[in-house]
């Protein structure tokens, strides 16, 4: 990187300073105290480093050491000054056309880290509850942890996508139960979801139940026809397992046309019924973590970071939520697994502490595993905001990508921070202009493909009918750097060089964004990148008279559009070639 390549000459320059006696009374100097920041105001070069903090130990003023630290570096064709305390920096072309370069020739591994400490990660998101579509706030999830899954391998990671079935719960039975009464109702019975809201909870009203007690109807007829339609005598068990097996394949169809794909879907039942959950009890038990109370089994959490102490098992032998959770995860490690990250909604931030201290009261790091809490949507219809909910008809994530389409649920779906809430505008998102972001950033690398087939392409003399050869033949276009002038790559043009160094900083995205586990940032780098972008076609003349200059420059847009393809295969958004 750049930066790094003006950080190395800062400190290999101090070093020589410091034993050259320019730095006061500095006797040694430690690597990496220093940091490169960008100046605000671009007059002032790329990069600067302020030195200001070596004043404390070298007892000179800060421009002095600035300016002493530069007598020992090797300027080539940089630009170098001191402003105060601070040391700036210009790239020449040498570096910016080495740039360009390994773009063009690294290409879908532009940004790839050489080495890194590679983890085997497991990466658990969604995992909603098999009880009815998805809403939108299952998109965020979805399109966030498959981001991030994208990132983290390209990154060099090994990731394992999973998503956790919710199955074992009171709920399947509220399923079962409810699709009972859409069966009656679909076979003419005047029987409807109950009216008192307490006894409501205990059943799923909405509407998308409907085509399922069709479907069961179709396909159980005989045996409806010799039970006389009495939903009653079809045993309990296989009205949730129909309802489940449905609805779950509801959920995977649109989880494959949303561009999401798990290696693995676990059963929470199976984890159940394998003794796995027992296992861990027993476990906890032997270690006398667990105490009885009230005829509850408690676990004590709060001796291991925990605010309290938890239960685990009730009082009538039911398991809570958090057994499971605790058997979970330790089947993840033993799975054989570095790290584990798992995103969560919001409302689940109480279960952090409690997970952490099961794997630390049973033996193992609790550090492996790393919670994502994300906020919800917000999603705005004509201005006003939707709510959401299983429990009536509700905006679901299908609906939405059916009216906004992949592309534009994705980018908007991971375009802010998981634990900022997201106010996702329809209206907006649909609108063919620069005020959607998913549509500039296409349009970018549209426009980029744009330019390069009128310089690759014959063109057809609509008055005469006569044939216009290419600017450039394919294969000078194929080998684009080793032909272009790299001399005049730049020059004095402020938009080419802003775009180069934004082209740069794509390397350190992928960097903080994958140690960071945060996705939103690549959303910001293309729309930074494609504001660059429009920025230098609407200022500088790609094709021109003189065809070294539309070399370089078309090496530039090849860069462009390399670099705006890649980012958009990481969030899973299509990139363009016409619009």
Not at 75 to 97: M, P, Q, R
């Amino acid at each position: 990187m750049i930066k790094d390549y003006f950080l190395n000459k800062v400190e290999e320059a101090i070093e020589k300073a410091v034993q050259s006696g320019k730095l006061g009374q500095m006797t040694e100097y430690e690597k990496g105290t220093l940091a490169v920041e960008r100046p605000k105001n671009v007059d002032f070069g790329d990069y600067a480093v302020n030195v200001s903090c070596l004043a404390r130990t070298a007892k000179i003023a800060p421009p002095l050491i600035a300016q002493n630290i530069l007598e020992f570096i090797d300027k080539e064709d940089n630009e170098y000054t001191v402003i105060a305390g601070f040391i700036n920096f210009k790239a020449g072309n040498s570096l910016l056309c080495e740039l360009i370069d390994e773009i063009i020739k690294k290409k879908s591994l532009f940004g790839k880290p050489e080495k890194i400490d590679k983890e085997k990660i497991i990466l658990e998101y969604v995992s909603a509850n098999p009880t009815g579509p998805f809403h939108i706030g299952h998109g965020r999830w979805a399109a966030m942890g498959s981001v991030l899954a994208n990132l983290l391998k390209f990154y060099g990671h090994e990731v394992y996508q999973e998503f956790y079935i919710n199955d074992a719960g009171s709920q399947i039975q509220k399923l079962g139960n409810s699709l009972a009464i859409r069966i009656r109702q679909e076979l003419g019975e005047d029987v409807d979801f109950p009216t008192d809201e307490a006894e409501r909870k205990n059943y799923y009203p909405g509407d998308y139940l409907i085509p399922v007690a069709k479907e069961f109807i179709e396909r159980n007829a005989e045996i409806l026809k010799q039970v006389q339609n009495d939903i009653s005598l079809i045993p309990l068990q296989t009205l949730c397992d129909f309802a489940k097996d449905y609805e779950e394949k509801v959920q995977r169809d649109l989880l494959e046309k949303f561009r999401v794909h798990f290696d693995n879907f676990y059963s929470e039942l199976t984890l159940h019924n394998s003794g796995k959950v027992d296992e861990c009890v027993n476990k906890l038990k032997a270690s006398g973590k667990i105490y009885q109370k009230d005829g509850a089994d408690w676990f004590k959490s709060s001796d291991f970071g925990d605010d309290q102490d938890r239960v685990i098992k009730k009082a009538d032998g039911a398991n809570t939520y958090l057994t499971a959770d605790i058997a979970y995860h330790i089947d993840k490690l033993n799975r054989g697994f570095d790290r584990m990250i798992d995103i969560w909604g919001a409302d689940h931030h109480g279960y952090v502490a409690r997970v952490k201290a099961s794997l630390a009261a049973l033996g193992r790091d609790p550090d492996k595993l790393e919670i994502l809490l994300g906020q919800l949507v917000n999603l705005v219809v004509n201005g006003e905001e939707v709510r959401m909910g299983k429990r009536k008809n509700m905006v679901t994530l299908e609906d939405l990508i059916d009216e906004v389409g992949v592309d534009a649920t994705r980018f908007w779906m991971t375009m802010r921070n998981i634990d900022t809430t997201l106010d996702f505008d329809i209206d907006l998102a649909k609108k063919n202009s620069d005020e959607n972001p998913v549509f500039y950033v296409q349009y970018a690398h549209a426009r980029a493909c744009s330019i390069i087939r009128n310089v690759i392409n014959d063109k057809i003399d609509t008055e005469s009918g006569k044939t216009i050869p290419a600017i450039l033949t394919e294969s000078e276009y194929n080998d684009l750097t080793e032909n272009f002038d790299k001399s005049i790559l730049s020059g004095n043009i402020q938009d080419a060089r802003q775009l180069v160094l934004k082209l740069e900083e794509y390397k350190s995205m992928i960097e903080n964004s994958a140690k960071t586990r945060q996705v939103y940032t690549i959303c910001r780098y293309v729309q930074e990148l494609a504001s660059e972008f429009h920025s230098f076609y609407n200022s500088v003349r790609v094709i021109n008279d003189d065809k070294q200059l539309t070399k370089a420059r078309l090496a530039l847009v090849y860069s462009v559009k390399t670099v705006l393809n890649n980012a958009l295969e990481l969030l899973a958004v299509t990139a363009p070639e016409r619009m």
